[in-house]
């Protein structure tokens, strides 16, 4: 397509409602993230953006139907940590390539993940932690939301990162239930994202040792950092991107990414709904979203070879 006929396409669109695929189930933090943001831009660009969860596989179902899609400008991806950077190394039969077959957009947010004990753990730091754990070997336990997760990954690295490769890694179906097993101490540690630890934490039913950024979290302010606590090295970030079918013309890519920017950046609201998620918005270029998705890639397969982790399947 010349420049000219992307430039009248453009000009045209958007002419109906576009769909956002969202690779997860409603209600949950990537969902809320995307209602939030359809409706912002919905604003802005005239037309209605409808959210269509098409969970399952790690999203990997949801992110392959976004992949195939015409590429019109009339469908979206919500790409995440998983889908964008993790799912490439662990399922060995995935349906789309992230650089072959999504146009990036904007990265919208970042946020970072949290350890967390139980209080009946008799550790109040990172550091006492680590002692206690190398102390006893193979008698902690850590959850996570299942095999393969974010969640997973980052217990494995800092499994890693700390030299604790004793702590058992139990998995569960799903962050809540992983959850309830920490608050009942039937497990002692998690690394979780920030937006469902929060209110353990501030209610006194976990105990927060370290948040997983260069920085403290607004949310938190009182946990150091990994670094802070005597762990340098290790970091675990949840993050989202926007996206669409590869081949989507340039000018609508350029508009998406000019008119999300200047929401991220201006929008006072968004923002707050955003912190109240535990992410921060953050905006670029597109070619920033690609280049940090593949600093993401190759930090988690390295986390996934050498974890040996393996799911069946992929879509």
Do not use: C
């Amino acid at each position: 397509m010349t420049f000219s006929a992307a430039h009248a396409q453009s000009q045209s669109w958007p002419a109906r409602p576009i769909r956002l695929v969202v690779p997860f189930a409603p209600g949950g933090s990537t969902d809320v993230l995307a209602r939030v943001l359809g409706q912002k831009l919905g604003e802005k660009l005239g037309q209605p953006f409808l959210i269509d969860n098409r969970a399952g596989a790690g999203g990997t179902i949801g992110t392959a139907i976004a992949a195939k899609s015409n590429s019109d400008g009339y469908t979206l991806v919500l790409g995440t940590t998983s889908t964008l950077a993790i799912n490439a190394s662990l399922y060995p039969r995935l349906a789309y390539d992230v650089a072959r077959d999504l146009a990036p957009i904007v990265l919208l947010a970042k946020g970072p993940f949290v350890l967390m004990s139980t209080p009946g753990l008799p550790v109040t730091s990172l550091k006492e932690l680590i002692a206690y754990a190398k102390a006893r070997p193979g008698k902690l336990s850590i959850a996570s939301s299942g095999n393969g997760t974010s969640v997973h990954l980052s217990a494995e690295l800092f499994k890693m990162v700390a030299q604790l490769p004793d702590i058992v890694h139990i998995p569960f179906k799903g962050g809540g239930p992983a959850g309830v097993a920490l608050m009942a101490g039937e497990v002692q540690l998690m690394i979780n994202d920030l937006p469902p630890a929060i209110g353990p934490i501030r209610a006194g039913k976990l105990r927060a040792l370290a948040v997983a950024d260069s920085r403290r979290s607004p949310l938190l302010p009182d946990v150091p950092t990994f670094a802070e606590a005597g762990l340098p090295g290790y970091e675990s970030l949840s993050w989202f991107g926007l996206l669409a079918p590869a081949g989507t013309p340039a000018a609508i890519v350029t508009l998406l990414n000019s008119t999300t920017g200047a929401i991220l950046a201006n929008d006072r609201d968004l923002r707050a709904r955003f912190t109240e998620l535990g992410v921060e918005p953050i905006g670029g270029t597109p070619a920033q979203l690609a280049a940090f998705a593949r600093e993401e890639t190759r930090k988690w397969s390295a986390v996934v070879k050498k974890a040996n982790v393996a799911i069946e399947g992929g879509s």
